[in-house]
């Protein structure tokens, strides 16, 4: 075995194994979050209540991603890791109006994604009875509501899978980069409802 194959090998063991607290972590803390905030409001509906509950589901989503980059980081003391890539900056290999033509397609074919998921998986009408929809918010709580449930979430999922994944595999293999990040992000949502568009997402976001 080469000295690439090693490093390899090594590499995907420590992905793995940050993969697996990953794992650990979302489930007991974002499971206990959910069953905490459940209780809260069982005991009072108020508007602080529901920030508050929000605010406990944004802490545990933050602590449950940034848990396994944290453990990645430990396991890689000694080795040669690479700088996650998160920079906002345009691309200097192409122009402006490639990486603006990109987003919409990319945009495009998420959609795309979207409705094949619906065919393959077809959503019941109960699923329309979300606590988010099924009653009147106050604008705040709305606010809040999208923050922990977009804004954090999107942060915290680049920085694992396309900062630290994507950023340590790519090294060795673009592409295989790309496809390995958008399987690891596909398989992340642990359900078969989400599988196939949360890949092809992977995928258009590794790009």
């Known amino acids: 075995m080469s000295f690439n194959e090693r490093e390899l090998k090594n590499l995907f063991n420590r ?7 990953f794992l650990l972590a979302f489930n007991v803390l974002c499971g206990g979050a959910y069953s905490i905030g459940e209780s809260l409001l069982a005991v009072s509906n108020d508007v602080s209540t529901k920030i508050l509950v929000e605010l406990l589901n944004s802490i545990a989503y933050i602590a449950a991603y940034s848990i396994p980059v944290w453990f990645f980081l430990l396991l890689s003391k000694d080795k040669n890791v690479q700088p996650f890539g998160l920079s906002v900056a345009l691309s200097k290999d192409r122009p402006a109006l490639v990486s ?8 495009a074919a998420c959609f795309c994604a979207s409705y094949v998921n ?5 959503v019941s009408e109960s699923a329309s009875d979300l606590y988010f929809f099924n009653e009147a918010q106050a604008p705040y709580v709305l606010i809040l509501m999208f923050i922990s449930s977009a804004i954090v979430p999107a942060f915290v999922e ?5 900062g630290m994944i994507l950023s340590s595999v790519r090294p060795y293999s673009e592409s295989g980069a790309i496809l390995i990040s958008a399987i690891l992000f596909g398989l ?13 997402i992977g995928v258009i976001l590794g790009i």
């Open 15 to 21: 992905i793995g194994g940050a993969m697996l607290m």
């Open 100 to 107: 603006v033509a990109m987003m919409f397609l990319g945009t």
């Open 118 to 122: 619906s065919l393959l998986f077809p």
């Open 158 to 162: 680049e920085l694992l899978f396309r």
């Open 188 to 200: 992340m949502h642990q359900t078969p409802f989400q599988l196939f568009y949360t890949t092809v």
